[in-house]
T-cell receptor
Framework: GAVVSQHPSRVICKSGTSVKIECRSLDFQATTMFWYRQFPKQSLMLMAT?????????EQGVEKDKFLINHASLTLSTLTVTSAHPEDSSFYIC???????????????FGPGTRLTVL | QKEVEQNSGPLSVPEGAIASLNCTYS??????FFWYRQYSGKSPELIMS????GDKEDGRFTAQLNKASQYVSLLIRDSQPSDSATYLCAVVNDYKLSFGAGTTVTVRA
């Protein structure tokens, strides 16, 4: 399957600071990437859809000014958590759509995730 | 109403047995269905995709899809301790993945 990397894998920061998380597709170009958040014992919740060269589309209830997404190239999307607070502590996971399969169908492959802890 | 529902766990099976996981979805127009495996503290790993009615087999895994019943399942044959994980059913709605809550499987040695 396609390989997606994330950096950093773990970050601890002080309340009020900003944290940037990078997501890269290593062996394919991804027009679309997705950002998810997962709290303990819960499933993945989509935060936003990131399209190369255009503004991200945020899900209802996700603050676009707090979670800044930039998809500047076909292999890199970044998520910046601005003015982080303890309630932002979570497991942040990105995914990238693989090139189209037969019939235009695609699959999403996930990065290893970034565990954010805000003190 | 949740878009994707999975049978509640946890599911405990003995080593070598068959683990059966079920999933229903609400959007009749959905065309793409996936099963992901997630180990504790790790991100999801795609193990099966299915797009057409019927069965799809890949090694010890078999996915079954019935669009008329809006039902997709996953069978794990000859379960191994390494299969112990949470299995997430995911359905594409409006070009986005919607996940079920997951079913945690424990394979007893």
């Amino acid at each position: 399957g396609a390989v997606v990397s994330q950096h950093p894998s773990r970050v601890i920061c002080k309340s009020g600071t900003s944290v940037k998380i990078e997501c890269r597709s290593l062996d394919f170009q991804a027009t679309t990437m997705f950002w998810y958040r997962q709290f303990p014992k819960q499933s993945l919740m989509l935060m936003a859809t990131s399209n190369e060269g255009s503004k991200a589309t945020y899900e209802q209830g996700v603050e676009k000014d707090k979670f800044l997404i930039n998809h500047a190239s076909l292999t890199l999307s970044t998520l910046t958590v601005t003015s982080a607070h303890p309630e932002d502590s979570s497991f942040y996971i990105c995914s990238a759509e693989s090139p189209g399969l037969a019939g235009g169908l695609t699959e999403q492959f996930f990065g290893p995730g970034t565990r954010l802890t805000v003190l | 109403q949740k878009e994707v529902e999975q049978n509640s766990g946890p599911l405990s099976v003995p080593e070598g047995a068959i683990a059966s996981l079920n999933c229903t979805y609400s959007d009749r127009g959905s065309q793409s269905f996936f099963w992901y495996r997630q180990y504790s503290g790790k991100s999801p790993e795609l193990i099966m995709s299915i797009y057409s009615n019927g069965d799809k087999e890949d090694g010890r895994f078999t996915a079954q899809l019935n669009k008329a019943s809006q039902y997709v399942s996953l069978l794990i044959r000859d379960s191994q301790p390494s299969d112990s994980a949470t299995y997430l059913c995911a359905v594409v709605n409006d070009y986005k993945l919607s996940f079920g809550a997951g079913t945690t499987v424990t394979v007893r040695a």
